[in-house]
């Protein structure tokens, strides 16, 4: 039976993760073949600055995937993320062309090139044309227009742009391992379909993917992608911290992250109130109390919750988000912090991370490859629909209305 393979490739600042997943015809969940998780070097929140090593990384990674999958990829989704990707909302204006005044899909592709049309800061590119909704002759909420009737078509679209430099410089890094690059996927949106389903995006939910360099959030209310932001803040600041205060080094600092970091102040009364660091520091009674370390993590997690909390108040609107927060990311997988969350915000939390895959799916199922997944999502979705569809058909959910309903069946 023939055969579809599509390869993702996170390029985080932690790690470059690469997963491949193969859909066989007539079967409706891809299986995932292949994995690669390697050391991420050469990138500073989310942007290149070694091109060798960066090249490197990627190679490692992927070289794993293939390895585990038996097979050679030459074309994959990459993500896409860092400090200078900008938002901005536009809107574009259009006269229905049919006689009978009929929405066709000529007129809505026009309609898209209407609302392109924007003056972009200097080196800056469009990546992703995400709509919101139409309005046809002032009546707005429009969520599909093609096939009604009306004289003026207007849409409010989202434009996620980044400084095309960064852009080709990581395009270089792909592609000196003889790789393509199918398509560049803002990371937080690629999260989204791995971590997300469509009731959650519907009622309203926040997703937040706390990274290694930076951290996404993607605000999304009656299905629509409302706000989307880069916030300066990843896990490996609380790293950074850990090896200021215990004067180590970064590798000893992530060592005792992740073996006793803990996001939250310690319960009073535990059984033990102390963390023995003697091993890990090669020091001799090196004994720390819980609190201290907490309270070295906690500094940091609350500054990444003042930002979010900012960011949250931008948006018009004052959304309650009853789908909660969605929390993504290897820096979520700290100890309490779906806990902490859950109580910064006052919102319910859940930790994404159960993906609905065939294969060798159960090595990730870990928050930290919800974008690795969610580019395999994107790029089955993407090829399923015709290689080269407009940025409106992929991303408006509700307005194109796609025969995918297989895709559907294995959101979590």
């Known amino acids: 039976m023939r055969q579809q393979v599509v390869c993702g490739i996170d390029v985080g600042n932690y790690s470059v993760k690469t997963v491949i997943a193969e859909l066989t015809r007539g ?26 090593e960066a090249i ?24 896409l993320n860092g400090l200078h990707i900008k938002t901005q909302l536009s809107r574009g204006v259009i006269a229905v062309a049919r006689a009978d005044n009929e929405i066709s899909q000529s007129d809505i592709h026009r309609l898209i090139e209407a609302a392109s049309t924007v003056s972009l800061p200097p080196n800056y590119e469009i990546i992703h044309i995400i ?14 227009a093609l096939g009604m009737k009306g004289v003026r078509l207007e849409a409010e679209v989202l434009l996620i742009e980044g400084l095309s430099p960064y852009i080709r410089n990581l395009a270089k890094c792909i592609n000196a391992n003889d790789i393509e690059v199918g398509e560049f996927v803002f990371a937080p949106l690629a999260a989204a379909k791995s971590v997300l389903n469509k009731h959650q995006r519907e009622y309203g939910v926040l997703l937040l993917d706390f990274g ?62 102390t963390i023995n660091l003697s091993d890990i520091l090669g020091e001799e009674e090196f004994i720390v109390p819980k609190k201290h370390m907490s309270k070295i993590i906690d500094a940091r997690i ?41 109580n910064r915000l006052g919102l319910s939390v859940k930790l994404g991370g159960d993906y609905l895959f065939d294969g060798v799916s159960d090595s ?34 509700g307005v194109f209305k796609k025969a995918i309903s297989w895709i559907k069946d294995f959101i979590p």
Not at 33 to 39: D, E, L, S, T
Not at 229 to 242: E, K, M
Not at 243 to 258: D, L
């Open 56 to 79: 490197a990384s990627v190679k490692q990674s992927v070289q794993q995937a293939e390895s585990m999958a038996g097979l050679r990829v030459n074309r994959a989704y990459v993500s």
């Open 131 to 144: 709509p919101k909704n139409f309005i046809i002759d002032g009546h707005e909420h429009v969520k599909n």
């Open 302 to 342: 609350n500054e990444l919750f003042d930002i979010v909390t900012t960011e949250l108040k931008k948006p018009a609107g004052n959304y309650l988000l009853p789908a909660g927060l969605v929390l993504a990311g290897g820096g979520s997988n700290l100890s309490g912090m779906p806990g902490f969350a859950r």
């Open 364 to 397: 990730v199922v870990d928050p930290a490859f919800a974008v690795a997944v969610g580019l395999i999502m994107w790029g089955i979705e993407n090829e399923q629909t015709n290689t080269h569809v407009s940025p409106f058909d992929k991303l408006s959910g």
């Open 212 to 273: 290694g360099g930076v951290s996404t959030m993607a605000l999304f209310h009656e299905g629509e992608l409302m706000h989307t932001a880069v916030l300066p803040i990843g896990s490996r600041h609380v790293t950074n911290d850990i090896a200021i205060a215990f004067r180590t080094s970064i590798e000893n600092a992530e060592k005792i992250k992740q073996q006793y970091g803990v996001v939250g102040a310690p319960e009073p009364g535990s059984k033990k109130d």
């Open 27 to 52: 079967s409706e969940t891809p299986r995932i073949v292949g994995i690669g998780n390697a050391p991420s070097n050469g990138l500073r929140r989310g942007t290149v600055i070694d091109m060798e």
